[in-house]
């Protein structure tokens, strides 16, 4: 099973950047992925979760508003759009999958539930 992140860069405050999380070996639309970050000196922290079909999605309140979690199963894809980027936004960025089936509306924010994480991808705001 892997996952894979990509996306990350260097941007101007203000600007945006979309991650892109693949995967192989599982089954992916009965797992939920989530978005994870952490930041130098910091916790990982919960970004965002889509649940298996897409219908459920949530957000931190540092980025409600300003990102979207979205995912294309038949391409075996979980995209995060952040637009309006803040130099606080700066981290690896980790993509996580967690198993949902038969749960359709099940989409954790809490580390612990996840299973399989991707290497993370650096995204850094300058200001």
């Known amino acids: 099973v892997q996952l894979q992140a990509s996306g990350g860069g260097l941007v101007q405050a203000g600007g945006s950047l979309r991650l892109s999380c693949s995967y192989s070996?599982?089954?992916?639309?009965?797992?939920?992925v989530g978005w994870f970050r952490r930041a130098p000196g910091k916790e990982r922290e919960f970004v965002a979760v889509i649940s298996r079909r897409g219908g459920v999605t949530s957000y931190s309140d540092s980025v409600k508003g300003r990102f979207t979690i979205s995912r294309d199963n038949t391409n075996a894809a979980v995209y995060l759009q952040m637009n309006n980027l803040k130099p606080e936004d700066t981290a690896v960025y980790y993509c996580?999958?967690?198993?949902?089936?038969?749960?359709?509306?099940?989409?954790?924010?809490?580390?612990?539930?996840?299973?399989?994480w991707g290497q993370g991808t650096q995204v850094t705001v300058s200001s």
């Open positions: 070996g599982f089954t992916f639309d009965d797992y939920v």
């Open positions: 996580a999958a967690a198993s949902a089936h038969p749960r359709t509306f099940y989409a954790p924010v809490q580390s612990t539930s996840y299973v399989y």
